[in-house]
Each structure stands twice: as C-alpha cells, then as structure tokens.
C-alpha cells in the first residue's frame, strides 16, 4: 500500500484503489470480487491505524468501499460492509462525527438496497454491549427499518431489538413502527418544500388574524426558563448544524387564552430575540395555524437534513431528535409512551409564524412556531433559521 491506496486481488486486473477512486469502479469490484475488496480495506484499517495524520483520508477511502459493498444486493456483501464498519481502528473512533456519518449511512444504504431476509442474517448475535461498531450500524438499520414499516413481525430482529433495549440505546426506545403522526417523514412531496414567503405559507396553512386581545396577552406573559427543556427542544437543529443557534423560549400567561387570540399580536409582544426589529423592515409578520404532524416533520427534516454547512444525522437519530424536541415542547417527561404523546399533541394548538427581521436569514430555511398547552396558559415558541452565506 502506497499514500493510503489498497490493492484487491492479483492478475491482470489489479488495480490500486484511494481516495479518488470512482464509485463505479468500486460498485464493479463489490459485484465480481467482493471477498477481494473486503480483505483490501482491511489491510487499510490495519496499515492506517498507527497513521493519526493518514486516518482522516483513511476513512473516507474505507467509506466509498464501503458504501459499495452495502450498495450491492449481496447477503455477503451486507455482511462485508458491517464487518469492515465493526474493524475500524479506534483512532478512527476518537473521529465521532465522522465515524457516526459513515455507520448512519451505511445503515440506511443497506436497508434502502438489501432484501430483509438478507438483513436478518446481520442480527444473529445479540450484542453484549454498546461499545460495538457493528451494534451501532445494526441499532441504525432497524431505525430505519421503522420507517419503512418493515421488520416488525420478525423474530431475530425483535430479539436484537429487545436486546438493545435491556442494554439502554437511545434508539431502542422509538417505536418499531411508524406511527401516524409520522406519516409524513421522509417523504418529499411536490410543493411541500421549505416555505420561504408568506404567500407559500398562506397558500399552505389557514391564517390566523391579529387581534388587540391576543397583543395584551402577550404583554403580560411572563419568562419561565428551563434549560433541559430548551436543549431538548432545539436539539434537531444544533445536532443538523444551522448556521444560526436556535431560540425556544416558555411563557406563562395570566389567564386562559382566548383560542382566537393564538396568533401573531400575542407573538409581537413576547420578549423574543427573532423578532426584535420586526415591523422596521418591508413585509409584515404573519402566522398560520398548523398541526402537530406538520411540527414533528419539520423537526425530522432539520435533523435528517442537515443545514447548508451542517451534518445530516440520517433516518434512524433524526427521528429520535425530532421526538425528543416534540416531548419538550409538549413539556413531557421522558417515560411517557409515544403514542400517548402523540395523542397529547392533538390537544395543543400549534401555530407557524414567520417575520421579517435581521434574526431570520430568509435564505435557504427559517422555521418558527409556537404551541399552546391545552390548559391555554402556557405558551411555547421555537425559532430557527438558516444560511449558506
């Protein structure tokens, strides 16, 4: 091996691979020698493990291998690319993003191209800790098996599953199964893209109209600050890297809320970072009553997503994130079962809100909303925005 290239095989058609390589050339060798190319990003895992400034370059090679051999609809090769995963050399771990990038897409190639009989194979050891690459992988690939809505009724996975759970992943606490206000998550609909003017938003959503009654509210509404809360909260976006730190505040009001007075008066008058400013600047505020599944959508996507320069976080942890900020909104403990929390979301009012300010970029992304607790005296407001500027 020469500056971080592997060779697979002998004879005529041996060929040095490295960082450059073309993906098609690698997917050709995943078909036709896949036992060849496996041992070659082994060598690379063993001869770079002792090459800290080699390692960086080192994974990305590894990466493309890979995501071939998980690309090539192969009961061996699915094996191969986990195996390879479980091998990394622990410098390369001490890299967590990167290493987390690789293990989450891997999982989702694998169940995006491989059969699931061919997949269950993957789970016939039950781990016995979480300290595992290949746990890690596997834990991802029945996140996103959930997604999908497959793998529910089998045996080996539920096993596998039941095991992560006893050992305390955070994944294994997500339903196996989508549920139904997530039926929207992952899938891209013509139209249904980010809204960026207030015609997209009005077109999409019923608008609320100002009141006088909803501005006093606003003016008497009071800070209640929680810090848990509000890491919770903002979680899909800081681990989705947007370019802006989020800002969720908690309110408390002084009486119960008139439902029509849920709108963008009450906003205006909230000590808000995101609207400082707002009615100096061309275009007026504006918001739109929404739903709980358009809400948790929205979380997903951040995270799934990724911002312009951020780190998608792939199926399986977007949907953790997105859950675990739709509890903190909702002010929910962490014990309470999903689908009484979903149950719990239909209660609540849900609004979408968008203002001009310097706060918001108007760029790529900006996403706001605010809930009111059923009892309508607690008001919850989550803002985001960003950029690739």
Known sequence: MNDLQATPGDGAHRRPFGDGSDPAELRLLAETRPVELREAAERLCRDAADDSSAGSAAARIVGRVVDA???????????????????????????????????????????EVQQLRDLETLFARLPDDLRSPSAE?????????????????????????????????????????????????????????????????????????PTESGAAAGRTATRMPDAARARAAIEPFTVGGWARGPEVRFFGLTSPLDPDDFNISLIRELPLECMKGEGTRRGGAVACRTAPDDVLNALFTAAYAGGVNGRAQGGAYARLHAWNSLYALLGLAADVPFHEAAGRALDHRWMRFMAFTDWFHHDTTDEAFAVLDPTRTRVTVLAATDTDV
Do not use: K
């Not at 996103?144 to 497959?150: N, P, T, V």
């Not at 759970?165 to 893209?193: C, K, M, S, W, Y």
């Open 137 to 209: 992988v596997l834990a991802c690939v029945l996140g996103e098996l959930a997604l999908i809505g497959a793998g529910r009724d089998s045996p080996v996975l539920d096993a596998y599953a039941e095991r992560l759970r006893e050992l305390g992943h955070p994944l294994a606490r997500l339903p196996r199964n989508r549920l139904d206000i997530e039926h929207r998550l992952t899938r891209r609909v013509r139209g249904l893209g980010p809204v960026r003017t207030t015609e997209q938003l009005r077109s999409r959503f019923p608008q609320v109209p």
């Open 69 to 111: 051999l998980a690309q090539t609809r192969s009961r061996d090769c699915a094996a191969f690319a986990v195996d390879i995963i479980g091998r990394l050399p622990p410098a390369w771990a001490a890299r967590r993003e990167e290493g987390d990038r690789l293990r989450r897409s891997v999982a989702a190639r694998l169940v």
